[in-house]
């Protein structure tokens, strides 16, 4: 059983570009979390996906988009990159119960 | 004032010893509390939930205080493999719907 996969794995982009990174959830979860990681921090909650609509969102700005799609898998989308948007995103599942697993991360680095 | 606190260490201890971490929250009416182990450069993993009860995985100890709103974690035996960083996490809502609210991690060094 595969368990949260997102790609890339790596991504190197130019300031004001947009990127679009993907993520599927671990089978039988229905529930998507985004996070960002900045460097010696710990992760900060992006937003949550279920039934294909935003449940709820952290303090980040409408730069910041996401999708989810009927199969559960989701898209984070970041328009008009700044510098700080420099990190780890970090894609998590969750069944029924609190707990959230997450995927290895794509790296993006703003340049 | 950040929503979880933690010492970021690093902490440094031989292999064998005891180590305790601890951490703060602010929200009271937080649901449910993990403690999750991170490697360098890899994703966050689940270590285990913590229970008002406390609850015991092997050489790790679980501690939630609601009333102090402090959670703890004890790692006995410390070994090598040990070395990682420690985030205590805070979920605010129920089941599912809440968001994982992160420390800073707490670094962990076991040396021979």
């Known amino acids: 059983d595969a368990g949260v996969t997102q790609s890339p794995t790596h991504l190197i982009k130019t300031r004001g570009q947009q990127v679009t990174l993907r993520c599927s959830p671990k089978?039988?979860?229905?529930?998507v979390s985004w996070y960002q990681q900045a460097l010696g921090q710990g992760p900060q909650f992006i937003f949550q996906y279920y039934e294909e609509e935003e449940r709820q969102r952290g303090n980040f700005p409408d730069r910041f988009s996401g999708h989810q799609f009927p199969n559960y898998s989701s898209e984070l989308n970041v328009n008009a990159l700044l510098l700080g948007d420099s990190a780890l995103y970090l894609c998590?599942?969750?069944?029924?119960?609190?707990?959230?697993?997450f995927g290895p991360g794509t790296r993006l680095t703003v340049l | 004032r950040k929503e979880v606190e933690q010492d970021p260490g690093p902490f440094n201890v031989p292999e064998g010893a005891t180590v305790a971490f601890n951490c703060t929250y602010s929200?009271?009416?937080?649901?449910?509390f993990f403690w999750y182990r991170q490697d360098c450069r890899k994703e966050p993993k689940l270590l285990m939930s913590v229970y008002s009860s406390g609850n015991e995985d092997g050489r790790f100890t679980a501690q939630l205080n609601r009333a102090s709103q402090y959670i703890s974690l004890l790692i006995r035996d410390s070994k090598l493999s040990d070395s990682a960083t420690y985030l205590c996490?805070?979920?605010?809502?129920?089941?599912?719907?809440?968001?994982?609210?992160f420390g800073q991690g707490t670094t962990l060094q076991v040396k021979p």
């Open positions: 998590a599942s969750s069944p029924t119960s609190a707990s959230q697993f």
């Open positions: 996490v805070v979920n605010t809502g129920s089941g599912n719907t809440g968001k994982l609210i």
């Open positions: 089978s039988g979860h229905d529930t």
């Open positions: 929200n009271s009416a937080s649901q449910s």
